[in-house]
Nanobody, 126 residues
Framework: QVQLVESGGGLVQAGGSLRLSCAAS????????LGWFRQAPGKEREFVAA????????VYADSVEGRFTLSRDNAKNTVYLQMNSLKPEDTAVYYC???????????????????WGQGTLVTVSS
């Protein structure tokens, strides 16, 4: 099955941008929808965005709509999360998760997801 590795996190000032990557290996990447979730210190993990296996459908949490953009390159087995106009409240560990059934595009919970990366830390300073 697919393994996921996130990268691209770091420290950025409010208003800045980062691009996170989620690289997959060990499986047929194009079969999976991908979701991004984040977890801030002391808070519950929350849905950020998801993209279908083809890249033709994307969904976003209200809190990031218009600021974050998902895309994927199946030839490179990678999904990208472009984050613009970052705010201090975007500070969190960001995780990607793979779902072969496309549920991540319809659901906002996460406990059903079994394939996760290790996470990448994003810190937005004010």
């Amino acid at each position: 099955q697919v393994q996921l590795v996130e990268s691209g996190g770091g420290l950025v000032q409010a208003g800045g941008s980062l691009r996170l990557s989620c690289a997959a290996s060990g499986g047929t990447f194009s079969r999976y929808s991908l979701g991004w979730f984040r977890q801030a210190p002391g808070k519950e993990r929350e849905f950020v965005a998801a993209i279908s296996w083809s890249g033709g459908s994307t969904v976003y949490a209200d809190s990031v709509e218009g600021r974050f953009t998902l895309s994927r390159d199946n030839a490179k087995n990678t999904v990208y999360l472009q984050m613009n106009s970052l705010k201090p409240e975007d500070t969190a560990v960001y995780y990607c998760a793979a779902d072969s059934l496309g549920r991540v595009l319809l659901r906002r919970d996460y406990n059903y997801l079994k394939l996760w990366g290790q996470g990448t830390l994003v810190t937005v300073s004010s």
